[in-house]
């Protein structure tokens, strides 16, 4: 059985740090590439970073680089999302995406920056 478990979201107060996790079972876990997205209510969900399957390669979306930063372990089949200088606008559910012949989505967890 395929799942993918995301964990770490909360409530931070701008300019602080989150780091999240997402456990994956049931797959290859070294043969998938994992994307971090994001959605808040009433917009598409948002690509926010990416990881190549070896972890070699990572990609961001112009609006978390320099502050988020993406990372695997193949060997505890993780991924993480260390997420610096929080801003409010960073508020969503981050959801972990696998991607390879198929595509695997966990259920998310929420992310909230707030005073």
């Known amino acids: 059985q395929v799942q993918l478990l995301e964990s770490g979201g909360g409530l931070v107060q701008p300019g602080g740090s989150l780091r999240l996790s997402c456990a994956a079972s049931g797959f290859t876990f070294s043969s998938y590439s994992m994307k971090w997205y994001r959605q808040t209510p009433g917009k598409e969900r948002e690509l926010v970073a990416a990881i190549s399957s070896t972890g070699r390669s990572t990609n961001y979306a112009d609006s978390v680089k320099g502050r988020f930063i993406i990372s695997r372990d193949n060997a505890a089949n993780m991924v993480y999302l260390q997420m610096n200088t929080l801003k409010p606008e960073d508020t969503a559910v981050y959801f972990c995406?696998?991607?390879?012949?198929?595509?695997?989505w966990g259920q998310g967890t929420q992310v909230t920056v707030s005073s």
């Open positions: 995406q696998a991607v390879s012949s198929r595509v695997y």
